[in-house]
T-cell receptor
Framework: IAGITQAPTSQILAAGRRMTLRCTQDMRHNAMYWYRQDLGLGLRLIHYSNTAGTTGKGEVPDGYSVSRANTDDFPLTLASAVPSQTSVYFC?????????????FGPGTRLTVL | GQNIDQPTEMTATEGAIVQINCTYQTSGFNGLFWYQQHAGEAPTFLSYNVLDGLEEKGRFSSFLSRSKGYSYLLLKELQMKDSASYLCAVVSNDYKLSFGAGTTVTVRA
């Protein structure tokens, strides 16, 4: 049972470059989420998807976009990376979108933008 | 916005008890989660409270008082493997999780 996988594990990126972080889950969960985690700030929601074909903005969506073409995959794209996007990115999923279900997190992607 | 406060760091001795407090001021309330996160790893679920009172699960217990906007996570019989960050997260009116910054617990021998 893989749960949630993320790729890459880590990446160093030049400012201005485009980058897609991949997230795949095999639990057939309806809802998926992208968070960033920064020291002293905790996890902050970037974008979410309640079900395949729908997406929504979280607390810090600027500079990021997502798509949800199917149940399993939820990629996060940085169109033109900036140093303030240096962070650890976690993808998560839950059975439903009601917020009351446990969220299961992927192993994270450590991104450095220079 | 959501405001969730928890102490930054706590240190305790192996075998002891530690209580991690979390206070919150959010747009509505639909439940509170505690997650554990070891350094360099993903957060993992510990507990969920939606009604006032104490939920016990082995060595870990979580308490909620909705009227006071307060929760705590109690870790008993501390073990070295309990050294981790503990994240308090509230489900607000939009049914999304808002996380506190986390409390790093260090267990000393």
């Amino acid at each position: 049972i893989a749960g949630i996988t993320q790729a890459p594990t880590s990446q160093i990126l030049a400012a201005g470059r485009r980058m897609t972080l991949r997230c795949t889950q095999d639990m057939r969960h309806n809802a998926m989420y992208w968070y960033r985690q920064d020291l002293g700030l905790g996890l902050r929601l970037i974008h979410y998807s309640n079900t395949a074909g729908t997406t929504g903005k979280g607390e810090v969506p600027d500079g990021y976009s997502v798509s949800r073409a199917n149940t399993d995959d939820f990629p996060l794209t940085l169109a033109s990376a900036v140093p303030s996007q240096t962070s650890v990115y976690f993808c998560a999923s839950s059975e439903s979108s009601g917020g009351l279900d446990t969220q299961y997190f992927g192993p994270g992607t450590r991104l450095t933008v220079l | 916005g959501q405001n969730i406060d928890q102490p930054t760091e706590m240190t305790a001795t192996e075998g002891a008890i530690v209580q991690i407090n979390c206070t919150y001021q959010t747009s509505g309330f639909n439940g509170l989660f505690w997650y554990q996160q070891h350094a360099g790893e993903a957060p993992t679920f510990l507990s969920y409270n939606v009604l006032d009172g104490l939920e016990e699960k082995g060595r870990f217990s979580s308490f909620l008082s909705r009227s006071k906007g307060y929760s705590y996570l109690l870790l008993k019989e501390l073990q070295m493997k309990d050294s981790a960050s503990y994240l308090c997260a509230v489900v607000s009116n939009d049914y999304k999780l808002s996380f506190g910054a986390g409390t790093t617990v260090t267990v000393r021998a």
